[in-house]
C-alpha cells in the first residue's frame, strides 16, 4: 500500500475555490491537462509533448520535504465547477520574495478563477513574504489582466526559456509588494 505525503501547506479558500495541496491523485487530471498544447505553450515548464514520468516527476517534487514551491490545485468541487480546475504555486526565492505560477484549464479560461486564486494566495501570504513576482508571456495578455487586476505593478520586460516552444520567448515581469 503506498501511502501519500502530507505536505506542510496551508488550504486557502476563496469564493469558488478551495486551494490545496496537490496530491498524487491528481496525476491523471495533471496529465490531461498538462499535455494541452494550450497549456504547456503559455509555462516555462511543461513539455509537449509530455513525456512518460514527467507528472510523476512534478508531483514528487511538489510533495517533497526540502521543496522550494508549494504547489496549489485550484478545487471547485465545493461549489460545483470541478475538482482539477488548474495550478497555483509560490516559489520561495531570497529575502522574503516568492515567484507566483499559474494555470487554469482551457474549459475555465476568462472565468475570473485565477485573479481568484491569485487574490486568494496573497491574501494568505503563506511564505510571510514582503514581496511577490509574476511574469507572463507577453502573448497571453489575459494573464497579464489577471495580475493587475490582483495589484501587481509592471516592472519590465525579460524574456524565458519555454519548454514547450523549444525557444526564448519575451516576459511581462511585474511585482507585489506586501509590507
Do not use: C
Not at 465547477?81 to 475555465?108: C, H, K, T
Not at 509574476?134 to 487586476?149: E, I, M
Request: glycine share 8%; proline share 5%.
Amino acid at each position: 500500500m503506498k501511502h501519500d505525503t502530507i505536505v506542510n501547506q496551508p488550504v486557502i479558500e476563496t469564493e469558488r475555490l478551495i486551494l490545496r495541496a496537490i496530491r498524487r491523485s491528481d496525476a491523471g487530471n495533471l496529465s490531461l491537462f498538462g499535455a494541452d498544447e494550450r497549456v504547456a505553450r503559455m509555462t516555462r515548464n511543461i513539455p509537449h509533448p509530455m513525456p512518460p514520468g514527467a507528472v510523476e516527476t512534478f508531483i514528487g517534487a511538489a510533495l517533497a520535504e526540502d521543496r522550494v514551491e508549494d504547489i496549489w490545485v485550484m478545487d471547485g468541487s465545493a461549489t460545483g465547477l470541478g475538482e482539477f480546475l488548474g495550478l497555483i504555486g509560490l516559489e520561495q526565492m531570497d529575502r522574503n520574495q516568492s515567484e507566483v505560477g499559474y494555470w487554469v484549464v482551457p474549459a475555465f479560461w476568462n472565468s475570473g478563477l485565477a485573479s481568484e486564486a491569485v487574490r486568494g494566495l496573497i491574501a494568505a501570504n503563506p511564505h510571510q513574504d514582503q514581496t511577490m513576482f509574476a511574469s507572463v508571456f507577453q502573448d497571453n495578455p489575459a494573464s497579464a489582466r489577471v495580475l493587475t487586476n490582483a495589484g501587481f505593478e509592471y516592472l519590465g520586460d525579460a524574456e524565458t526559456f519555454s519548454v514547450a516552444r523549444e525557444s526564448t520567448v519575451p516576459t511581462w515581469t511585474y511585482l507585489k509588494r506586501l509590507d
